[in-house]
């Protein structure tokens, strides 16, 4: 089974200075080693033709994690999140993201819409997550969904503070 949810983002920040700070290495660099207690890293940068893939190594303590996961767990979560910046159009951009969190039976991914009004970008993301455990996959999916959306979040603050200082 799968749960779907989504989330909204705003960034005081125009479109295009969002979106650069999306397609440059230093910036997930600084979102791996700050998004989490305990710092990630940039596994992989590549440039696209006006966007970016990426791909992260990131790792996700117990203390930040749903009761409901942290109750089946024993260690820290690490995760690989692969995210793919289309090119800006105008004030819009097209993203993507999967996460496979590491030897566990749970799988994340999106779909994120840039867009931009002003000095303003909104992050629409719809997200699907999936918890293959009989019976219990169902009950945590939300609690992920939900530990997601505030993950966003985050990561939304660190990008308002990384484009108003860079």
Partial sequence: MTTRSSNIVTIKHP??????????????????????????????????????????????????LPEAVRSMISQALKVKRVVTVGPLTGETAALSYTADVKGTPVDFKGTINLSGSGDETTLEYANEVTVNIPFMGPAIEPKVAEALGELFGNEGAITSDWVASH
């Fill in 15 to 64: 479109a295009q200075s969002v979106h650069a700070a999306l397609t440059t290495e230093e910036y997930w660099a600084h979102v791996a080693a700050t998004l989490s207690p305990e710092p990630g890293e940039v596994h992989e940068f590549v440039p696209t033709d006006g966007g970016a893939e990426i791909t992260l190594y990131e790792v996700l303590p117990l203390e930040i």
